[in-house]
C-alpha cells in the first residue's frame, strides 16, 4: 500500500554486486519500499580492512585465482550485471567513512545473510547501530547457520536486541532470535518471492536462451562424480541438452546477469540447483526441479532451503548425494499458488507496519 508522509530508506545489506541472488533481492527490496512511496537508497560496504586484503594477496599468489567475482569473470558478463545494477540506487559504504548514512527516515537490514556469524566482523553495519532503534527495521534477515558459536552470543544479543522491528527469512532464525531476545519473530519470504511472477518476466531477458529445449543446472557446491552423473542422466532421460553456469565464469558458460539468470530458469524444461534463489524462482515459475543438497564442513547452510521447501511444498524435489530424482514430484506444484499468495500477505503486512510507524515518528 502506498505510505503517507514516506520518505528514505537506507538499506543496509552485504556486497555483491556479481552475485546474482544478491543483485535479485537488492532489486526486489527497493522495488517494495518504492511501491509504498519511499526513495531507497541500498548501500554496499567495500572492506577495506587488513583480513580482506591479505585474502586476496593469498588467492592470487598460492592458487593462481582472483577471490572476487567481478575480476574472474568475461567482459559481457560483468556488463550485463552492471547493466542490471544501473536500474537500483546504489550507495557505498567503508570502515573509515559511514556519513553517507546520515539523515534517513528508515534504515532497513536485509535480507540475504546479513548476520551470517562468519561475516558479521567485517559487516556489523547490518545490526544498523548508527540508527534510533525506533528506525531498525530487519527484513527477512538472514543468519544463514542453524545456531550461533558460542563466543557470537552477547554481541547478537546486544545487537539485534536494539531493533524495532524484526523478521527473519527462516525458522533457524527465528530460533536464534527468540533464544537471544525471548521475542520469536515473523519468518518471512525472500523479498524476491513477495514480487509477482509477472513483474519478474518483465525484467527478465531471454536473449541468451537456446533455441531448443534444455535442463538448466546451476550448482554452486563442490563437484563430484554423482553430481555429473546425475546432470548427465537427467538430460538424457528427459531428451535435453544441458545449459550450466556458475558463480564464476568458466569456460563455455553463457555471460548471463541477473535478467538472464531469471529467463534462463523460466523457460528451462527442468532445473538442478543447490542454489536458494535459484530454487525460488524455478518454483515461482513451476519449473520441474530437483534441489540438490550441499555436502559442508562448515555449520549447515541448507536451513534457508529448508524453510523454502517447507513453505512452498517442494520437499519432495529435494535429493541427498546418491539419491535419484522423482520426475514426477520435481514436476508437481499443485498447491503452489495458494501458498505463495499466503507469503505474499504476511511479507506485505509486515512491512506496512513496520513502514508506517516509522512514517508517524518521522
Known amino acids: 500500500m502506498?505510505?503517507?508522509?514516506?520518505?528514505?530508506?537506507?538499506?543496509?545489506?552485504?556486497?555483491?554486486?556479481?552475485?546474482?541472488?544478491?543483485?535479485?533481492?537488492?532489486?526486489?527490496v527497493q522495488y517494495h519500499l518504492k511501491k509504498r512511496g519511499f526513495e531507497p537508497m541500498t548501500f554496499e560496504f567495500v572492506d577495506l580492512s587488513l583480513r580482506k586484503k591479505l585474502s586476496t594477496l593469498y588467492w592470487r599468489v598460492f592458487r593462481g585465482a582472483e577471490s572476487s567475482r567481478e575480476k574472474s569473470m568475461s567482459n559481457e558478463r560483468r556488463r550485463r550485471f552492471n547493466d542490471f545494477r544501473s536500474n537500483l540506487s546504489v550507495g557505498i559504504l567503508n570502515s573509515i567513512d559511514m556519513s553517507a548514512l546520515d539523515g534517513f527516515d528508515v534504515y532497513v537490514s536485509g535480507s540475504d545473510q546479513v548476520w551470517n556469524p562468519s561475516?558479521?566482523?567485517?559487516?556489523?553495519?547490518?545490526?544498523?547501530?548508527?540508527?534510533?532503534?525506533?528506525?531498525?527495521?530487519?527484513?527477512?534477515?538472514s543468519?544463514?547457520?542453524?545456531?550461533?558459536?558460542?563466543?557470537?552470543?552477547?554481541?547478537?544479543?546486544?545487537?539485534?536486541?536494539?531493533?524495532?522491528h524484526i523478521s527473519v527469512r527462516e525458522e533457524a532464525g527465528a530460533n536464534i532470535v527468540e533464544?537471544?531476545?525471548?521475542?520469536?519473530?515473523?519468518?518471512?519470504?525472500?523479498?524476491?518471492?513477495?514480487?509477482?511472477?509477472?513483474?519478474?518476466?518483465?525484467?527478465?531477458?531471454?536473449?541468451?536462451?537456446?533455441?531448443?529445449?534444455?535442463?538448466?543446472?546451476?550448482?554452486?557446491?563442490?563437484?563430484?562424480?554423482?553430481?555429473?552423473?546425475?546432470?548427465?542422466?537427467?538430460?538424457?532421460?528427459?531428451?535435453?541438452?544441458?545449459?550450466?553456469?556458475?558463480?564464476?565464469?568458466?569456460?563455455?558458460?553463457?555471460?548471463?546477469?541477473?535478467?538472464?539468470?531469471?529467463?534462463?530458469?523460466?523457460?528451462?524444461?527442468?532445473?538442478?540447483?543447490?542454489?536458494?534463489?535459484?530454487?525460488?524462482?524455478?518454483?515461482?515459475?513451476?519449473?520441474?526441479?530437483?534441489?540438490?543438497?550441499?555436502?559442508?564442513?562448515?555449520?549447515?547452510?541448507?536451513?534457508?532451503?529448508?524453510?523454502?521447501?517447507?513453505?512452498?511444498?517442494?520437499?519432495?524435489?529435494i535429493v541427498g548425494e546418491g539419491g535419484e530424482p522423482d520426475l514426477n514430484a520435481a514436476a508437481e506444484y499443485s498447491d503452489l499458488k495458494q501458498r505463495v499468495d499466503t507469503e505474499r500477505a504476511a511479507f506485505d503486512a509486515y512491512l506496512d507496519e513496520a513502514l508506517c510507524r516509522n512514517a508517524i515518528h518521522k
Open 179 to 317: 533464544s537471544l531476545t525471548g521475542r520469536r519473530p515473523l519468518v518471512l519470504c525472500d523479498p524476491t518471492l513477495a514480487v509477482s511472477r509477472a513483474e519478474w518476466e518483465h525484467i527478465a531477458d531471454d536473449s541468451l536462451n537456446p533455441v531448443g529445449p534444455y535442463m538448466f543446472a546451476y550448482l554452486l557446491g563442490e563437484d563430484n562424480a554423482w553430481r555429473a552423473g546425475l546432470l548427465r542422466d537427467l538430460a538424457a532421460r528427459l531428451g535435453v541438452d544441458i545449459v550450466r553456469i556458475s558463480d564464476r565464469d568458466s569456460k563455455g558458460q553463457l555471460p548471463a546477469g541477473p535478467a538472464e539468470f531469471i529467463a534462463l530458469i523460466a523457460d528451462a524444461r527442468y532445473v538442478v540447483t543447490d542454489s536458494f534463489h535459484c530454487a525460488l524462482f524455478a518454483a515461482m515459475f513451476e519449473r520441474p526441479l530437483t534441489i540438490v543438497r550441499r555436502n559442508h564442513a562448515e555449520p549447515s547452510m541448507f536451513s534457508r532451503l529448508e524453510t523454502l521447501s517447507s513453505k512452498l511444498g517442494l520437499e519432495g524435489k
Open 119 to 141: 561475516y558479521i566482523d567485517r559487516f556489523r553495519s547490518t545490526f544498523l547501530p548508527f540508527a534510533p532503534a525506533e528506525r531498525r527495521v530487519a527484513l527477512s534477515a
Open 143 to 164: 543468519f544463514g547457520v542453524e545456531e550461533l558459536p558460542v563466543e557470537r552470543v552477547a554481541e547478537f544479543e546486544r545487537a539485534i536486541g536494539g531493533f524495532a
Open 2 to 28: 502506498l505510505i503517507k508522509d514516506a520518505g528514505t530508506v537506507a538499506v543496509v545489506t552485504l556486497p555483491g554486486s556479481f552475485n546474482y541472488g544478491n543483485m535479485l533481492q537488492k532489486s526486489a
